[in-house]
């Protein structure tokens, strides 16, 4: 039973306007949140986090919004650039530390921003 | 400063062979992790070291599979009788230790795994 779920395996969208990428969880136990960029044969590369007492956060050109009520959350990334496509993974990890902070992920999403 | 690095990058070997994959994680975090990554799929925890010792190793899928990291550093990520079921993309990643937003992991580029 996946836990963490990214129901579009692609997006497609025009350079300078906004991408919304969408994920939805099942385990309310989750603390935190993150999203990660992957470039084909690279490792997933850290965007920006959220810890589960918030509800949105802010970094440059990329913003996560979580509303826990309905286990959802987004990143939105504005203006988009060609440089922004890649693979956007949605991961979730529980609180209190250890391996607790073990990463659950979801299956990704394929960003292709258009010039 | 210096990221994750992962040796080799890539790996071809013949089923029932011996591996052993390297991690070396960022300068000054404790915590290392193993993932792998199937194509089409997310990556899947296998093993949490804080330090030295294996504080979490639930998601390895079975005893072929073991790790260590023996200095507290480097880690090495061992199979044995490897199965055509053992390729994948496998990923270490390390985080700062506890109460310093530990739950932020950087990864390494991978150690591409095929078994034929």
């Known amino acids: 039973d996946q836990q963490v779920k990214q129901n579009s395996p692609s997006l497609s969208v025009q350079e300078g306007r906004i991408s919304i990428l969408n994920c939805d969880y099942t385990?309310?136990?989750?603390?935190?949140f993150l999203w990660y960029k992957k470039y084909p044969a690279e490792g997933p590369t850290f965007l920006i986090s959220?810890?589960?007492?918030?509800d949105k956060n802010e970094d440059g050109r990329f913003t996560v919004f979580l509303n826990k009520s309905a286990k959802h959350l987004s990143l939105h990334i504005v203006p988009s650039q060609p440089g922004d496509s890649a693979v956007y993974f949605c991961?979730?990890?529980?609180?209190?530390?250890?391996?607790?902070?073990?990463?659950?992920f979801g299956k990704g999403t394929l960003l292709t921003v258009n010039p | 400063g210096a990221g994750v690095s992962q040796t080799p990058s890539n790996k071809v070997t013949e089923k029932g062979k011996y591996v052993e994959l390297r991690c070396d994680p960022i300068?000054?975090?404790?915590?290392l992790y193993w993932y792998r990554q199937s194509l089409g799929q997310g990556p899947e925890f296998l093993i949490y070291?804080?330090?030295?010792?294996?504080?979490?190793d639930s998601g390895l899928p079975n005893d072929r599979f073991f790790a260590v990291r023996p200095e507290g550093s480097v880690s090495t990520l061992k199979i044995q009788r490897t199965e055509r079921g053992d390729s994948a993309v496998y990923l270490c990643?390390?985080?700062?230790?506890?109460?310093?937003?530990?739950?932020?992991?950087?990864f390494g580029p991978g150690t591409r795994l095929t078994v034929t």
């Open positions: 990643a390390s985080s700062l230790g506890p109460g310093q937003r530990s739950y932020e992991q950087y």
């Open positions: 385990n309310s136990m989750f603390d935190y």
């Open positions: 959220i810890s589960s007492i918030k």
């Open positions: 991961a979730a990890s529980g609180g209190g530390g250890g391996s607790n902070y073990k990463l659950t």
């Open positions: 300068s000054g975090h404790t915590a």
């Open positions: 070291f804080q330090g030295t010792g294996a504080a979490d």
